[in-house]
């Protein structure tokens, strides 16, 4: 993974995670009542009334790139998007900037929404390799 963004529409706010390299992204997304990792732990406190779980099987982050900073302690904020409210990233840096181990090569990205479970879709992009969630705004 090399990028996340939040971009905003006047009927959904979009979420790109952007990947190097080649291959199929598979993934996962769905609502979660808790944002548990994958492996264990604790779960984070997500204080939105949603939030969209997306799991990224067979990828990895590199220790240099910004994507490892949406950590539990300063989430990627998009002050214009209409219902994303926070985005966070797992693995993410720890102390150190020392990036925690991606479990059974998967990596998971818990979304804070607002509002009750607006819909949403998701789909993989060519060129570059990403997977895009768009979130209505709009009922």
Known sequence: M????????PEFDRIVYEFDGVGTIAWKAEYVSEAVPFGG???LEINSPSIIQVDMMGTSIEVDEQAVSYGVSN?????DAAIVSRLYLRPSA???GIVQSV???ITQSFIGVQGDRPPFRAKVL???????LDIATIG
């Open 126 to 132: 060519d060129h570059p390799s990403s997977l895009v």
């Open 103 to 105: 479990v059974g090569g």
């Open 94 to 96: 720890g102390a150190g």
């Open 41 to 43: 732990g604790f779960p």
């Open 2 to 9: 090399v990028d996340i963004r939040i971009e905003t529409n």
């Open 75 to 79: 989430p990627l904020v998009e002050p």
